[in-house]
C-alpha cells in the first residue's frame, strides 16, 4: 500500500536535497541494483560514524551499493531521504563523533514508552516502510540505535522486513551484549570530569557531587567513580539513604580528608522511592531524568553544613570522538553486520561476548533492562576501596567476614564460605 503524496529526496553528500525531487516512478525505472541501506536512531553517541563506515567499507567489498537514511526511521517514509554512501564520503569519519546522518529520537516511529512498555507502530507507516524496501531495492537495513530504536527494528522485523540490529547506547543497559559502543566513551568523559573536579574540591574543602547519564542503569557512574576515585557511587540498583552518604563525609574529615567527590546516575532513586524528572514530556517518549545531583548535593550541604558544588555533564557525554576501544568495536559492529545480511540472519542483533563478535534475537536483546548487579564483582571492588554506595557508608570489605564460630576472620574468597561475606553486606 503506497503513502498518498510519496515523493523520495536523494541528498549530495552534503546532506542538502538535490532538486528536483524524484517520484518513485522515476526511481523504479532503471534497474537498481542490490542495496543494503543503513540508519542511526535514538541519541547520538561516539561511534556511530565509525559503525557507519565500517558497514559501508565491507558492503562495497561484496559488491552492494550502500545508501544511508537521514534522521534515523523518519527519513524511511514520506519524503524518503538518503545519500549514497561509498569510499570517498566516508573517508576520514572514524574519528568524529556524531553521526553524518542525523538522527532523532522522537517522532513517528516511537515504539517504547518507559522501560518496557512497547508501542505499536501505525500499520499504514509499515506498509510505507516496505514499499521503500521494494522500490530501492534494499536486500537489508542496518538498523543502529539503543532498546527503544531497536524494538522498532524488531516490529520491522516481525512485519517481514530484512533488518539487522547493532546494539548503541552510552548507557550500556541492552541485554545480550557484554559492551555497546558509546559507553567507554561517555566513561571516559565523566572520568575527566571527576579528575579536574578533585583538585578544585580538594583545594576548597567543598563536596563535588558530579550527576552523569544512565537512565535506569548505574554503569556509567560505577564506571567513571571507580576510575576517577570517587568516595560515593549512587546507582539506580543499590538503594540508599543520606544518613549513610552524611557519614561518609564526615567519616573522611576524621581521616584528615576534607572533600569528597559523589558521583550519581540520574536515574537513582531518592530514598523515598522517587525519581527526580526535568519536566513532563511527550507521552510517546521516555521520560526525561535529570536533576538529582542538585536535590542531592542541597540534601548534603544542609545535613552536614559542608559547602557543596553540584556538576551535571549532561549532553557532553554523549558528545566527541570516541576512544579507541569504541573505534574498534563499533567498526566491527559494522562491518559483521554486513555479515547477518549477507547470512539472512535478519531479526537478529550484533553482540559482543568477549573475545568474540557473535549475534543473538533483537527480541531477547531489547525484552529486558541490563543492570548492575548489586552482588557483581566490580561493585565489590568500590566497596573494597572503601567506597560508600550509599546502603552503607563504606565502612566493611566484601573480603572480609567473621567466623563466629571460630572467632577469627578470613577471606570471602573462600569458594565454601564467600557468600557470607555478602550476606553481612546485604548484596546477596
Not at 145 to 157: N, T
Not at 249 to 277: Q, S, W
Request: glycine residues 12%; aromatic residues 6%.
Amino acid at each position: 500500500m503506497a503513502i498518498p503524496g510519496l515523493r523520495y529526496a536523494f541528498c549530495s553528500e552534503n546532506g542538502k536535497d538535490q532538486h528536483p525531487k524524484r517520484d518513485v516512478t522515476e526511481e523504479s525505472s532503471q534497474e537498481t541494483p542490490k542495496r543494503i541501506g543503513i540508519l542511526t536512531s535514538g541519541g547520538d553517541c561516539p561511534g556511530l560514524n565509525a559503525v557507519i563506515r565500517g558497514a559501508t567499507k565491507s558492503a562495497l567489498q561484496l559488491g552492494f551499493e550502500v545508501i544511508g537514511f537521514k534522521r534515523g526511521y523518519e527519513g524511511l517514509v514520506d519524503p524518503v531521504r538518503y545519500i549514497k554512501l561509498g569510499r570517498m564520503n566516508t573517508s576520514g569519519i572514524l574519528t568524529r563523533g556524531g553521526t553524518i546522518l542525523g538522527s532523532t529520537n522522537k517522532g513517528r516511529f516511537s515504539a517504547r514508552v518507559g522501560v518496557e512498555d512497547r508501542l505499536d507502530l501505525d500499520p499504514v507507516l509499515l506498509e510505507g516502510v516496505k514499499e521503500t524496501f521494494r522500490d530501492l531495492n534494499i536486500a537489508g537495513l542496518i538498523c543502529v540505535g539503543g532498546d527503544g530504536s531497536l524494538s522498532v527494528a524488531q516490529q520491522f522485523h516481525e512485519a517481514g522486513l530484512p533488518v539487522v540490529g547493532v546494539p548503541k547506547t552510552i548507557d550500556n543497559d541492552l541485554s545480550a551484549t557484554a559492551y555497546t559502543f558509546g559507553f567507554d566513551s561517555a566513561v571516559a568523559c565523566a572520568t575527566d570530569a571527576l579528575d579536574r573536579m578533585h583538585t578544585t574540591a580538594e583545594s576548597h574543602d567543598r563536596v563535588m557531587v558530579l550527576e552523569v547519564m544512565g537512565r535506569h542503569a548505574g554503569w556509567i557512574a560505577l564506571h567513571s567513580g571507580i576510575a576517577g576515585g570517587a568516595d560515593v557511587i549512587l546507582i539506580p540498583e543499590i538503594p540508599w539513604t543520606f544518613e549513610n552518604v552524611a557519614k561518609k563525609i564526615m567519616d573522611r574529615e576524621g581521616e584528615g580528608k576534607n572533600f569528597t567527590l559523589i558521583v550519581v546516575a540520574e536515574g537513582a532513586e531518592l530514598p523515598d522511592g522517587g525519581l527526580v524528572t526535568c519536566a513532563d514530556g511527550d507521552p510517546k517518549q521516555q521520560v526525561r531524568l535529570g536533576g538529582i545531583g542538585d536535590f542531592v548535593a542541597k540534601e548534603i550541604e544542609c545535613r552536614t553544613g559542608r559547602e557543596t558544588r553540584v556538576v551535571v555533564l549532561g549532553h557532553l557525554q554523549r558528545g566527541g570522538g570516541p576512544t579507541n576501544f569504541d573505534r574498534v568495536l563499533a567498526t566491527q559492529f559494522g562491518a559483521h553486520a554486513v555479515r547477518l545480511i549477507m547470512e539472512h540472519r535478519f531479526g537478529e542483533m550484533i553482540t559482543f561476548r568477549p573475545p568474540e563478535i557473535t549475534s543473538v534475537p533483537i527480541i531477547d536483546a531489547v525484552s529486558k533492562l541490563c543492570t548492575v548487579e548489586p552482588g557483581s564483582s566490580t561493585v565489590q571492588s568500590a566497596r573494597a576501596l572503601g567506597i560508600c554506595m550509599g546502603d552503607t557508608a563504606g565502612t566493611e570489605s566484601p573480603f572480609v567476614y567473621f567466623n563466629h564460630s571460630r572467632g577469627e576472620a578470613g577471606s570471602a574468597t573462600d569458594t565454601q564460605t564467600a557468600g557470607k561475606a555478602e550476606k553481612v553486606l546485604g548484596v546477596a
